[in-house]
């Protein structure tokens, strides 16, 4: 079996999954092929893995391939395939997502699901994931392809909607959502054997029922504990605790995330709630700064002491995997083109809802409607998804505008011929990294 990870020189994150992949009997001995256009950062993924790989026994073998022209290769015969890319990296485009609106009076925190941020990334990553569909459906025609790249729902979207290729979406925070509620609040007691049922969209899916190992319903006791962590100055989760408040349910993705996802929190002319909320503006450049010093400073590590013991994680691929190919049946949540699983959602938008894995594949599970003031928050992201989709497909330069004037945080902020100029100045200095549009 051939397991390709597309994004190969994301190494602490190719470390992951491939790692759990090692962890499982029926995938330990696959082909694990690494693509990037990176070669120093792809071989650098290589070294860790085969050391890794010794570690646990040599299983499997580790191939490598550099470059668009080796792309074919590395998905030939692929059974999955892993995508983890970042289209422009941080130096030039996300700069450039951050630097450039800032000069229009529009900060963000993280910028890489919605907002303009989320918008720009799009656009220049679905060109690159349509030649990874052609190439695919060519060369591995059945493969499963695991999307971990963000905007989630935009690039899922867009493959499920206009590509032949098997793709489920996947993010981190749906595992951890109840774990990021309860321990804050005291109440980590009530982890084990809980049971959450979340459904939405990505980065907003709602967490609609939360019930301890005894059935009972935990949030009547969350909501009597979260004034006491809204009047902490030192709290940094205050934005989903607010749309507990405000909606009635939390949500999947941090506060720093949501805090970008609405015309609430991040408002020039109250400057004020930035500080109640404590929300980190720019904190996704920061974030990347820190990661690549990290990164440098445990790889000449790893060089100098050797790998070290890695468990597997909790990351869904390695258990989609094995529930395909052994039949065990597993539980995840999955982005995936609606189709009239939530009811009040449309059906064309990507949704992230529960779905058994089998050896059947993925099914996505039934959702019905979300309360209706969860729906109406998801529908504020959706129009911005859907119309960046078509942005995408068309090449139309009215879409890109639109989607930009309908962003719930940029429209709070700018006015449209605002808006309008700061997405020409972004296209523009973008140049390459973006089809042209007309």
């Not at 499997?60 to 668009?68: D, M, N």
Request: net charge negative.
């Amino acid at each position: 079996m051939k397991i390709t990870f597309m994004g190969g020189g994301s190494t602490v994150f190719a470390r992951n999954v491939i790692g759990d992949c090692m962890f499982v009997e029926a995938l330990r001995d696959s082909e694990f092929a690494l693509y990037d256009i990176d070669a120093n950062r792809l071989n650098q993924s290589r070294h860790i893995l085969e050391a890794m790989q010794k570690k646990l026994g040599g299983c499997g073998r580790i191939t490598c391939y550099a470059g668009v022209e080796n792309r074919k290769d590395a998905l030939r015969g692929a059974t999955f395939v892993v995508n983890a890319i970042q289209v422009g990296g941080y130096d030039p485009c996300t700069i450039t997502d951050f630097e450039i609106p800032k000069k229009y009076g529009l900060r963000q925190t993280i910028g890489d699901t919605l907002g303009i941020g989320g918008i720009m990334r799009a656009l220049r990553t679905i060109p690159v994931m349509e030649d990874f569909a052609r190439d695919m459906e060519e060369v591995c025609p059945d493969a499963l392809l695991l999307n971990y790249t963000n905007p989630m729902a935009m690039l899922s979207g867009y493959m499920q909607r206009y590509t032949g290729v098997n793709t489920i979406g996947l993010c981190h925070s749906v595992q951890v959502c109840a774990q990021s509620l309860l321990v804050p609040l005291g109440l980590e007691d009530k982890l084990e054997g809980c049971r959450a049922l979340i459904a939405g969209i990505n980065h907003m899916a709602w967490l609609l029922e939360i019930k301890d190992k005894d059935g009972n319903d935990l949030y009547p006791e969350i909501k009597r504990l979260v004034p006491e962590k809204m009047a902490d100055p030192e709290f940094e989760n205050k934005v989903r605790l607010d749309y507990i408040n405000h909606f009635g349910y939390y949500c999947t993705e941090s506060s720093e995330h949501n805090a970008e996802y609405n015309p609430f929190y991040i408002k020039s002319k109250y400057p004020e709630l930035i500080e109640r909320y404590n929300i980190p503006l720019d904190e996704y450049p920061r974030r990347c700064v820190k990661l690549i010093e990290a990164w440098e400073k445990e790889y000449d590590e790893i060089l100098s002491t050797g790998i070290k013991k890695h468990e597997r994680s909790n990351e869904y691929a390695s258990r989609i995997m094995e529930s395909i190919v052994t039949g065990k049946s597993y539980e995840i949540g999955g982005n995936v083109v609606n189709n009239h699983l939530i009811t009040n959602l449309p059906a064309e938008a990507c949704v992230e809802v529960p779905c058994l894995v089998n050896g059947n594949g993925i099914q996505p599970c039934y959702v019905g409607n979300l309360p209706v003031q969860c729906a109406a928050m998801n529908m504020t992201n959706i129009n911005v998804q859907l119309l960046t989709i078509e942005a995408a497909k068309t090449k139309k330069l009215d879409h890109i505008y639109q989607a930009a004037m309908l962003d719930p945080h940029t429209g709070s902020e700018l006015d449209i011929d605002t808006i309008k100029k700061m997405v020409d100045e972004l296209i523009e200095a973008h140049g390459s990294w973006l089809p042209k549009y007309h």
